[in-house]
């Protein structure tokens, strides 16, 4: 079974609109949680990066929020662009060397 | 350009045939991991180069699959007799430090095994 687990599958927005991407996780433990942005035929960009002793990280219009207590993940992406288009994937390193655990993602469509 | 660069972009083979996925690392970086993706899901970890040692090749599926690092830079990933099920992009990644939290990805190799 994955352990990380990500929800919504997939979603359009209108652009200018706010939405909020969930990752729940049973991965125990890790070292770092991190959310990566990958656009259609490319790799993995990183986008935001938390230790375990960290609740919340900002990178511009992405924030990720991390609550170890109900072991939940979220990024909440404001005023979404076109260019927001794309899988936003929640990942989990951990280990002696940060091996990463990667969820499925989650598909965002942003239209006009 | 000074990203992670990997070739060929677009790989078709017929079954049972072998190929070699190429990665050139950014320059200097210590870390390098390959990666399988299949559609519609996150890269699952294969195995993990600290300079030429290998690390950890847990992640890879079969004895088909082997990759090496020489010299400590440039990667391939052979791939020998594909099977359909090989099908996916291939990631290539690396990063500067040991503890790899700044982890730069190639675009990836797709793999298609008729």
Known sequence: ?112 | GAGVSQSPRYKVAKRGQDVALRCDPISGHVSLFWYQQALGQGPEFLTYFQNEAQLDKSGLPSDRFFAERPEGSVSTLKIQRTQQEDSAVYLCASSTTATNEKLFFGSGTQLSVL
Not at chain 1, 48 to 59: A, P
Not at chain 1, 103 to 108: K, R, S, W
């Open chain 1, 1 to 112: 079974k994955n352990q990380v687990e990500q929800s919504p599958q997939s979603l359009i927005i209108l652009e200018g609109k706010n939405c909020t991407l969930q990752c729940n996780y049973t991965v125990s433990p890790f070292s770092n949680l991190r959310w990566y942005k990958q656009d259609t035929g490319r790799g993995p960009v990183s986008l935001t990066i938390m230790t375990f002793s960290e609740n919340t990280k900002s990178n511009g219009r992405y924030t990720a929020t991390l609550d170890a207590d109900t072991k939940q993940s979220s990024l909440h992406i404001t005023a979404s662009q076109l260019s927001d288009s794309a899988s936003y994937i929640c990942v989990f390193a951990g280990g002696s060397w940060g091996k990463l655990q990667f969820g499925a993602g989650t598909q965002v469509v942003v239209t006009p």
